[in-house]
Nanobody, 116 residues
Framework: QVQLVESGGGLVQPGGSLRLSCAAS????????MGWYRQAPGKQRDLVEI???????TYADSVKGRFTISRDNAKNTVYLQMNSLEPEDTAVYYC??????????WGQGTQVTVSS
């Protein structure tokens, strides 16, 4: 079992920045990808950005040029640097961890609110 602990959410004004962190612990074997999804009220959970074991990234068009994913392999931690935040970025952000065998784990979510 992989446990994921997210941190870094909060309230920020439009144009501001936040950095989310997701630390994985437990029985961790080779992972396939780690990344972030988000879910706004009344909407489905959508991909934000993920990074694979090969360091390739996939991201939503809406965050291109504003959000950057990175990882620290030694700490089993993935980060999401979010710049130029917009009210439309308001959502609960979830960390997702996928092992090479296809097992998927989700974090509990962290709220990001962009408002003046």
């Amino acid at each position: 079992q992989v446990q994921l602990v997210e941190s870094g959410g909060g309230l920020v004004q439009p144009g501001g920045s936040l950095r989310l962190s997701c630390a994985a612990s437990g029985i961790i074997f080779r992972f396939a990808s780690m990344g972030w999804y988000r879910q706004a009220p009344g909407k489905q959970r959508d991909l934000v950005e993920i990074i694979t074991i090969g360091a390739s990234t996939t991201y939503a068009d809406s965050v291109k040029g504003r959000f950057t994913i990175s990882r620290d392999n030694a700490k089993n931690t993935v980060y999401l640097q979010m710049n130029s935040l917009e009210p439309e970025d308001t959502a609960v952000y979830y960390c997702r961890f996928v092992t090479s065998s296809g097992s998927v784990s989700w974090g509990q979510g962290t709220q990001v609110t962009v408002s003046s």
